[in-house]
């Protein structure tokens, strides 16, 4: 393999593994913001229930976040987004919009562009997600 291809390959898997990194920080601050806007706290307990993990799980990630600066906890409260975090959970939201509605213009069910839009949000390049944008008119 000519070594244009053998730094493509490396280039394109080492972008699928920073898509992989980042999933779970994303899904989770998105998680969290939609907690606070749907009964105004975050708590370890309701994120285990609604990613169907255990609480341990849920202990784990939070401390990570926390290393990141994206979320803020205090001992016996509820879990708090950075401004950091805030962002993230932002830009992750629009990024799912985009590819959701991009689905349904080409047909995909509603429910099953919901649903498939979960997974490809992380993997897709800024530059298809412009496109995508530009077919929806979300540009």
Do not use: C, W
């Amino acid at each position: 393999m000519p070594r244009k291809a053998i730094a493509e390959s490396a280039a394109k898997f080492d972008r699928i593994r920073r898509a992989h990194q980042s999933e779970v920080a994303e899904d989770y601050v998105e998680m969290i913001a939609d907690l606070i806007a749907e009964t105004g706290e975050a708590r370890t307990v309701d994120l285990a229930a609604r990613f169907g993990v255990t609480s341990p799980t849920v202990n784990a990630i939070i401390q990570r976040l926390q290393r990141e600066d994206l979320v803020e906890t205090r001992p016996y409260r509820s879990i708090f987004l950075t401004d950091a975090g805030h962002a993230l959970a932002k830009e992750a939201r629009a990024r799912h919009r985009v590819v959701r509605d991009f689905l349904v213009a080409i047909g995909v069910p509603e429910t099953i562009a919901e649903e498939d839009a979960e997974g490809i949000e992380h993997h897709v390049s800024a530059e298809t997600l412009t496109v995508f944008a530009k077919i929806t008119n979300q540009d």
